[in-house]
């Protein structure tokens, strides 16, 4: 089981950057994929970003490729999310979750594939 807690929100204006991180319990922490997911209000969740176990393999969604960068760090049990060049239509609360995997590297881009979600963290970008 691992538990995430999501950190580095904030209100930005558009043009801006902010780090999102997501940190997490356990000492299995390499055997997880982790995803990013955001959900704007009156919107259903959606896929942001992943990366595989080692970090080797990574999905981004084309709303926000060439601008966001994820990033794993499996000594300190972290995932980071860079996000540049932000718009007021990546205003969401934005979540990490994981999920235990076995196998080939892959990363899963369905909410539904994942095991464990952080709590969320608001992202605030104005105009």
């Known amino acids: 089981q691992v538990q995430l807690v999501e950190s580095g929100g904030g209100l930005v204006q558009a043009g801006g950057s902010l780090r999102l991180s997501c940190a997490a319990s356990g000492r299995t922490f390499s055997s997880y994929v982790i995803g990013w997911f955001r959900q704007a209000p009156g919107k259903e969740r959606e896929f942001v970003v992943g990366?595989?176990?080692?970090?080797?393999?990574?999905y981004y969604s084309t709303s926000v490729s060439g601008r966001f960068a994820i990033s794993r760090d499996n000594a300190k049990n972290t995932v980071s999310l860079q996000m540049n060049s932000l718009k007021p239509a990546d205003t969401a609360v934005y979540y990490c979750?994981?999920?235990?995997?076995?196998?080939?590297?892959?990363?899963?881009?369905?909410?539904?594939?994942?095991?464990?979600w952080g709590q969320g963290t608001q992202v605030t970008v104005s105009s």
């Open positions: 979750a994981a999920k235990n995997q076995v196998g080939p590297e892959t990363v899963y881009r369905r909410g539904e594939d994942y095991d464990y």
């Open positions: 990366i595989s176990r080692s970090g080797g393999v990574t």
